[in-house]
């Protein structure tokens, strides 16, 4: 970065070459993608318009101009940074998604186990049911009745795999 002393500058010639010397420091910020550096540039062609005297109001406009084509190097590199959190975020949220995807199918899964293990079960007691049902001598009408409805009810779960 140059070091100017604005105070030994005298002629419109001096300040051209000064303003000049801080555009090829803008440049090489710029180029090396120094983000600091293109702050402290802007920050010297700002001093620059400052204390630069009137007649050299055209050397100020383009320190102006400069300053812009600054800010927008760094604009366009916070931009590019603020791009690539927005991508590490979706990469997150996918995972998060996926993640809690699997989860919810274990989950089921593990609910469906139980269901099949509580109709297994089902299906034993009414294998009882109508194992009883078989071995009555004089069986109540009323009770195989009850005893049909619940196995084909049961039958009706199992079927239902």
Request: aromatic share 4%.
């Amino acid at each position: 970065m140059a070091n100017i002393n604005f105070d030994l500058l005298v002629t419109i010639e001096d300040w051209a070459g000064a303003l000049q010397q801080l555009l090829d420091d803008a440049k090489a910020a710029i180029q090396a993608n120094d983000q600091q550096a293109k702050l402290d540039a802007q920050t010297a062609l700002r001093t620059f318009t400052k204390l630069s005297p009137v007649e050299a109001e055209f050397l100020d406009n383009i320190a102006l101009k400069a300053i812009n084509d600054l800010f927008i190097a760094v604009a366009s590199a916070a931009l590019d940074a603020i791009a690539a959190r927005n991508a590490e975020l979706q990469q997150a949220t996918k995972l998060i998604k996926d993640v809690t995807s699997q989860a919810e199918k274990n989950t089921k899964s593990i609910q469906f186990e139980k269901v099949i293990s509580a109709m297994d079960k089902a299906k034993s007691a009414a294998e009882a049911l109508k194992a009883l049902e078989n071995s009555m001598v004089q069986p109540d009408q009323n009770l195989i009745g009850r005893i049909k409805a619940v196995t084909d009810a049961i039958d009706g779960l199992a079927a239902l795999r």
